[in-house]
T-cell receptor, first 114, second 115 residues
Framework: DAGITQSPRHKVTETGTPVTLRCHQT?????MYWYRQDPGHGLRLIHY???????DKGEVSDGYSVSRSKTEDFLLTLESATSSQTSVYFC?????????????FGNGTRLTVT | AQKITQTQPGMFVQEKEAVTLDCTYD???????LFWYKQPSSGEMIFLIY??????QNATEGRYSLNFQKARKSANLVISASQLGDSAMYFC????????????FGSGTKLNVKP
């Protein structure tokens, strides 16, 4: 299975503070993604990357930014955290451009904004 | 807009019985993949099974099979001989081959297997 590590695993922060979540993969996968998981909504795509320095917005990107300076690292930043961003965040990656390449997930980061 | 719909928020099944989890999808793309993932209470996402839009036969992986009906745009997951360890959230997902491999997920179905 793809080695995807997310850090931190848990974080509590205050409203208005910046937060950066990190994702590191060891499989040389081209595509990387950030999702948030909320009850009743499943997983919703925040941002994705299709190569180094190539990123784009997903369906719930407001209040989030990303960066990918190396193939293996994908950072998600909440510029000024709000309580609505309390969620579980998953990073995922996939290697191929063929449609049978599944997503491989990290173990998630539980973020609480107080 | 791409969309995945799972209409069963929660389901119960008796141990050793079969269960079908529903999934419908909506896309105008011709090339796409359909996936099912399992999320146990521990939180990790586990890939179960895949079906490509051009595949004519339904996918099977052990006790999991995917009932793919392209004209109806449905991709139901069938779990045969349910086990207590199958109790989990199940997510249906669709990937778009020619749209940066973006994956879209349904809202999930919580399956409880009763002994």
């Amino acid at each position: 299975d793809a080695g995807i590590t997310q850090s931190p695993r848990h974080k509590v922060t205050e409203t208005g503070t910046p937060v950066t979540l990190r994702c590191h993969q060891t499989e040389n996968h081209r595509y990387m993604y950030w999702y948030r998981q909320d009850p009743g909504h499943g997983l919703r795509l925040i941002h994705y990357s299709y190569g180094v320095k190539d990123t784009d917005k997903g369906e719930v990107s407001d209040g989030y930014s990303v960066s990918r300076s190396k193939t293996e690292d994908f950072l998600l930043t909440l510029e000024s955290a709000t309580s609505s961003q309390t969620s579980v965040y998953f990073c995922a990656s996939t290697g191929g451009s063929s449609y049978n390449s599944p997503l491989h997930f990290g173990n998630g980061t539980r973020l609480t904004v107080t | 807009a791409q969309k995945i719909t799972q209409t069963q928020p929660g389901m119960f099944v008796q141990e050793k019985e079969a269960v079908t989890l529903d999934c419908t999808y909506d896309t105008s793309d011709q090339s796409y993949g359909l996936f099912w993932y399992k999320q146990p209470s521990s939180g990790e996402m586990i890939f179960l099974i895949y079906q490509g839009s051009y595949d004519e036969q339904n996918a099977t992986e052990g006790r999991y099979s995917l009932n793919f009906q392209k004209a109806r745009k449905s991709a139901n997951l069938v779990i045969s001989a349910s086990q207590l360890g199958d109790s989990a959230m199940y997510f249906c997902a669709m990937s778009l081959t020619y749209n940066f491999n973006k994956f879209y997920f349904g809202s999930g179905t919580k399956l409880n297997v009763k002994p």
